[in-house]
């Protein structure tokens, strides 16, 4: 979880869940200040992820894990809430610390991979390496608990339930319960269970229904219910109307459902909220292919090839477009092009097989 150098300033902050400790509104205004963005959900330009604690309380450990794996694997840097607000100067840094994760992992027998996830959920009094003495006391209750039949969600659930997670070094915790969750975290030998809400809930009204109609119209979305999530991603856009994000997802539902023209607003509207928004113009591109304005769907096309120079997708696009508008040359060109950022795909093949049929057809035509 090594934060990237550079800093702030350029950087594109996603987030994964509600806030716990801080309003996001007004960690979006501090990054705002110091020059980087902060979006809701996660784009390709996306360079820090912060996991929200509030996703614990909806979403299971799998799902986090899987969440988790996807984001590091795109090359992304991870924050806890803890984390993020440290690298704003929203919260002060724990105490100098010089135990290595490596030395953390050896000391405690915590695995590595819970290590993480605790970290990712500030269990720990740091939020990465270097961690502290009182870090690796933590992770040697919290091994002991795993071992004893708790999930790291589990603890992560519990642990800010009872004050600052330094304080619970010097208290005794244990797992399970003749209540009948097998899992649940306890003080002073069973005694006490863990219970309550997260600490620094300092979010308004607004701050807690956005997050949750968010989240509700993701989930419409994936569900496939496009009319019920653009309702929900339009109520979003009522409380927050500069959600690009929002303004994407919705013009996707939109698309989805249909509804040609209102699509094409939101996603001209995602892009005047957001005129880096790369995945927005690739695709209102399509949506402009698939209406028969190529003049226009060749334009977005273009545009989204400049903003990101990686992404494949609107390069193999435009080369189809071309090849079926019967610019050979042109299509050939992109053809090739896409090879160059995708060399194994079945996307891959289409491209190589597009490049022969127009090598043959240009030596067709010399002949």
Same mark, same amino acid.
């Given at each position: ?280 113009? @690739? #695709? $209102? =591109? ?5 209406? !028969?304005?190529? &003049?226009? *769907? /060749? %334009?977005?096309? +273009? ?12 390069? @193999? #696009? $435009? =080369? ?5 508008? !019967?610019?050979? &040359?042109? *299509? /050939? %060109?992109?053809? +090739? ?25 240009? &030596?067709?035509?010399?002949?």
């Amino acid at each position: 979880m090594t934060i990237p150098a550079g800093g702030i300033p350029g950087a594109v902050f996603g987030v994964v869940g509600a806030l716990a400790a801080f309003p996001l509104r007004l960690a979006a205004r501090e990054l705002a200040r110091q020059h980087g963005q902060l979006r809701r959900g996660v784009t390709r330009r996306t360079s820090h992820v912060v996991f929200g604690r509030m996703v614990l309380a909806k979403t299971d450990d799998a799902e986090i894990e899987r969440r988790a794996d996807v984001e590091r694997g795109a090359g992304r840097a991870l924050l806890s809430e803890n984390g993020f607000l440290r690298l704003l100067g929203l919260m002060k840094a724990p105490e100098a610390s010089a135990l290595s994760r490596q030395s953390l992992i050896d000391q405690s027998r915590l695995a590595a991979v819970d290590l993480d996830l605790l970290s990712l959920f500030d269990a720990f009094e740091h939020d990465r390496e270097p961690y502290s003495f009182r870090d690796l006391i933590l992770a040697r209750k919290y091994a002991g608990l795993i071992s004893g039949g708790a999930s790291w969600g589990a603890i992560a659930r519990s642990v800010h339930r009872s004050g600052p997670v330094a304080s619970l070094t010097a208290k005794s915790l244990a797992v399970g319960s003749a209540s009948g969750r097998p899992d649940a975290i306890y003080l002073e030998n069973g005694q006490s269970e863990l219970d309550g809400q997260l600490l620094f809930d300092l979010g308004t009204v607004d701050d807690d229904t956005l997050e949750e109609l968010f989240a509700e119209a993701e989930a419409a979305e994936e569900e496939g219910r496009h009319d019920d999530a653009a309702v929900l991603y339009q109520r979003c856009l009522s409380i927050d109307p500069s959600d690009a994000v929002a303004a994407f997802n919705r013009a996707n539902c939109l698309r989805g459902a249909g509804r040609v023209n209102e699509a094409a607003h939101d996603y001209a509207r995602a892009i005047k909220l957001d005129p880096g928004f790369v995945e927005a113009w @690739f #695709n $209102l =591109a399509g949506l402009m292919s698939d209406e !028969g304005r190529v &003049a226009s *769907a /060749r %334009r977005h096309l +273009v545009k989204a090839i400049t903003l990101d120079k990686t992404y494949a997708d609107p390069v @193999f #696009n $435009l =080369a189809r477009l071309e090849f079926a508008a !019967g610019n050979l &040359a042109e *299509a /050939r %060109r992109n053809w +090739v092009r896409y090879l160059e950022l995708d060399a194994d795909s079945e996307w891959a093949r289409m491209a190589a097989k597009g490049i022969q049929f127009v090598d043959l057809q240009m &030596a067709r035509t010399a002949g």
